[in-house]
Antibody, heavy 119, light 110 residues
Framework: EERLVESGGGRVQPGGSLRLSCEGYGFIFSDYWIHWVRQAPGKGLVWVSR????????TYADSVKGRFTISRDNAKNTAYLQMNSLRVEDTAVYYC????????????WGLGTLVTVSS | QSALTQPASVSGSPGQSITISCTGTSSDVGGYYYVTWYQHHPGKAPKLVIY???NRPSGISDRFSGSKSGNTASLTISGLQAEDEADYYC??????????FGTGTKVTVL
């Protein structure tokens, strides 16, 4: 079964840092773009970042550019989202997803990991 | 990167058809055939229902269909069923090599 599992969420103070992980199972991890998407409590889905399969390219939403860094270690079948200078408004469930269907279809998705930024 | 505009809620009776709109700009929806739709039940992982404007992934009912005209994409659910009650989000590739999601639509089956 092809699946993704996120980890690393937790509670952090404003200005702090956290690194999320996204481990892939059941497929050739290095063949696929990995995306991060978040959902703040009671709000909608928001695209955060993506990284190419060979890690040669990445893009970011304006809201996180300069603060978040996406990376991956294909030997470990894992992608990462390093989050620095965290703000209260970064509080959300963070999902990772694979670009796996057609040119734009994200599938599968992980179940998400909760990040809470609060003093 | 403003969110694409979707109606906050759409409702219908079992068996009816509903359509959810997703309006963007020429920099996203209107500029590419890269619109996707996701079904999201709270507490679960989002599920892909339409990709590349109008294609259904394997295992998705043919009651789901997608289309696009200009800067507006649409998702139609025909033969509405109780299990279709969920939040639905569109998303599009953009001219800055990023993606943008819609504001989300809550579908209620009456």
């Amino acid at each position: 079964e092809e699946r993704l599992v996120e980890s690393g969420g937790g509670r952090v103070q404003p200005g702090g840092s956290l690194r999320l992980s996204c481990e892939g199972y059941g497929f050739i991890f290095s063949d696929y773009w990995i995306h991060w998407v978040r959902q703040a409590p009671g709000k909608g889905l928001v695209w955060v970042s993506r990284i190419r399969g060979d890690a040669s390219g990445a893009t970011y939403a304006d809201s996180v550019k300069g603060r978040f860094t996406i990376s991956r270690d294909n030997a470990k079948n894992t992608a990462y989202l390093q989050m620095n200078s965290l703000r209260v408004e970064d509080t959300a469930v963070y999902y990772c997803a694979r670009l796996g269907v057609g040119d734009t279809g994200l599938d599968p998705w992980g179940l998400g990991t909760l990040v809470t930024v609060s003093s | 990167q403003s969110a694409l505009t979707q109606p906050a809620s759409v409702s219908g009776s079992p068996g009816q058809s509903i359509t959810i709109s997703c309006t963007g700009t020429s920099s996203d929806v209107g500029g590419y055939y890269y619109v996707t739709w996701y079904q999201h039940h709270p507490g679960k992982a989002p599920k892909l229902v339409i990709y590349d404007v109008s294609n259904r992934p394997s295992g998705i009912s043919d009651r789901f269909s997608g289309s696009k005209s200009g800067n507006t994409a649409s998702l139609t659910i025909s033969g509405l069923q109780a299990e279709d009650e969920a939040d639905y989000y569109c998303t599009s590739y953009t001219n800055t090599y990023t993606y943008v999601f819609g504001t989300g639509t809550k579908v209620t089956v009456l």
